[in-house]
């Protein structure tokens, strides 16, 4: 069972940044690819932004530009800076698996935008 932990949630007003982190627990953790996934409520969970082993990365084009996927494999651990926030990013973020099979889904991080 690969363990996640998902922190630095919170809320900001429009135009702020906050940076979520992502401490997992898998063994061979470089070698995955991995994502932040968000699910605001009455919406369907959407991938946000992914990055490979390689550190390639890939993002909805509704967060390209502002967002920035990265990763730390000495620390196992996945980050997602966020920047010029607007109130359509208020969601739960989630850290996983960038492409299926994924893991089970955790507790995730609030996101509030909100003036």
Known sequence: QVQRVESGGGLVQPGESLRLSCSISARFFSTYTLGWYRQAPGNQRELVASITGGSGTNYVDSVKGRFTISRDNARKTLYLSMNSLKPEDS?????????DPVWSWGQGTQVTVSS
């Open 91 to 99: 969601a739960v973020y989630y850290c996983n698996k960038g492409v």
